[in-house]
């Protein structure tokens, strides 16, 4: 059974701002500016153009694929079954590690002086009421990601004019090479890499062709312009140290003391976002994977009534519940960065296959072989652990993949 298409444009643009916003702001410029200090800026500049030429490369392979997947149904397409393969086996492991991020988020903002074993009762009961939200179809899911965002949008506006009408902390930032710029970046295309669910979820939106390929660099864009002021007011309120040991920085930065608690009510609105439309792009690849045997075929049910994968829905719930049960948030985005990079050095890969015939000019290839090495050089600049973690689980992919194939020949 197809999936219905009951997204336009404007649901498009907000299902992109709320997987990205709720990522990048909360989450992952701590663990960024510990790697760059006061390179943050330089840093977040780089991540937005290897992520400006990855949606590229995104956008016009999901409307000449406007199908439920992504990159998984581009590599396939383009490149061949294996890299089809690899790059959805990429996306659902690292955008589950994701999923596990923000679920982690969520309850450390929502209840920061709880207990473990309280901590882990808090983040199954989120994972089950985000799961619940889009089993009950992905229209619901739309709209509750656009009010998300927009509360999300207000309390970053209130902290932005907040923090430029406090006194500033003078800072010197590091030339655009300095250290540990390249490793920053990478952990902040975590923060970028939610336009991906646009292209995920081609198979619900109407007239994907004209409308993906619009909605995608107009999210990236609006992303892109509060990220940089939300990064130079906490550079200039709090200062590239203290940044990088926050585990609250947004908070720490607002200057009124009733502020913090709004703050942290923003943050686990936008973390609930982001998850939300995390859990929605992962279920798509699988069940795209599972329609072509590569994961069980019984992820491919649809809902008769609600018209969604539910059983590939419930399947990413549990193993994100458990996840989020002992997963460190700094090592998931770590490995869900490298996982993630990979995927979209696929799809660039993919797009410079494309031809002219195909909407392919040479400004477009140009682009999508930077997107390329952009992704390889962020993924292997990541910590160690990180690298040696998602080369393991491409490895175990690639194997599981090569011993399926050789079954039928014995």
């Known amino acids: 059974m197809p999936l219905a298409r009951r997204l336009g444009l404007t649901d498009a643009v907000f299902v992109g701002l709320g997987s990205m916003i709720g990522a990048g702001v909360f989450a992952a410029f701590a663990p960024a500016a510990r790697a760059a200090g006061a390179g943050l800026l330089p840093a977040l500049a780089i991540a937005a153009v290897v992520a400006y030429c990855n ?29 089809g393969y690899l790059a959805g086996w990429g996306f ?31 983040a199954v009961c989120v994972v089950a009421l985000v799961t619940s939200v889009n089993y009950l179809g ?38 655009f090479f300095g250290n540990g710029v390249l490793e920053a970046a990478g952990l902040l295309f975590f923060a970028f890499a939610g336009y991906a669910r646009l292209a995920t979820l081609g198979e619900e939106v109407r007239d994907p062709a004209r409308t993906i ?26 200062g590239p140290a203290r940044l990088a040991q926050s585990t609250d920085p947004l908070a720490e930065a607002a200057p009124w003391p009733w502020l913090a608690p709004v703050v942290r009510i923003g943050a686990t609105v936008a973390a609930l976002g982001s998850l939300l439309a995390l859990v929605l792009g992962v279920s798509r690849t699988m069940l795209a994977m599972s329609r072509d045997g590569h994961l069980p075929r019984a992820l491919s049910a649809v809902h008769p ?20 049960s002992f997963t460190d948030l700094r090592n998931a985005i770590g490995f869900s960065s490298f996982a993630v990079l990979a995927y979209y050095a696929i799809a660039n890969a993919a797009a410079m296959t494309l031809r002219h015939t195909e909407g392919a000019t040479r400004r477009f290839i140009a ?6 090495i952009g992704c390889l050089v962020l993924a292997f600049s990541l910590p160690l652990t990180s690298v040696l973690a998602g080369v393991a689980v491409l490895g175990i992919g690639a194997a599981v993949y090569g011993i399926r194939r050789m079954r039928p020949r014995q």
């Open 138 to 175: 992905v229209h619901r899911s739309a709209l509750a990601t656009r009010v998300i965002v927009c509360i999300t949008l207000v309390v970053l506006t209130v902290v932005s004019i907040a923090g430029v009408s406090t006194d500033h902390t003078t800072v010197a930032f590091s030339p």
């Open 213 to 238: 390929p619009r909605a995608i660099p107009i999210a990236l864009a609006c992303t892109l312009v509060v990220y940089a002021a939300i990064a130079l007011v906490l550079l200039t309120t709090l």
């Open 305 to 324: 009534r609600f018209q969604v994968p539910h059983r590939a829905e419930l399947t990413v719930g549990v193993i994100v519940a458990i996840l989020a």
């Open 367 to 372: 682009i999508s072989v930077v997107g390329l």
């Open 92 to 122: 659902i492991t690292g955008k589950t590690a994701s999923c596990a991020a923000m679920t982690l988020t969520v309850v450390a903002y929502a209840a920061p002086d709880l207990g473990k074993p309280w901590r882990t009762v808090l």
């Open 55 to 83: 949606a590229a490369s995104s956008a016009r392979l999901a409307a000449r694929y406007p199908e439920s997947g992504g990159t998984y149904v581009y590599g396939r397409a383009r490149l061949g079954d294996f890299w």
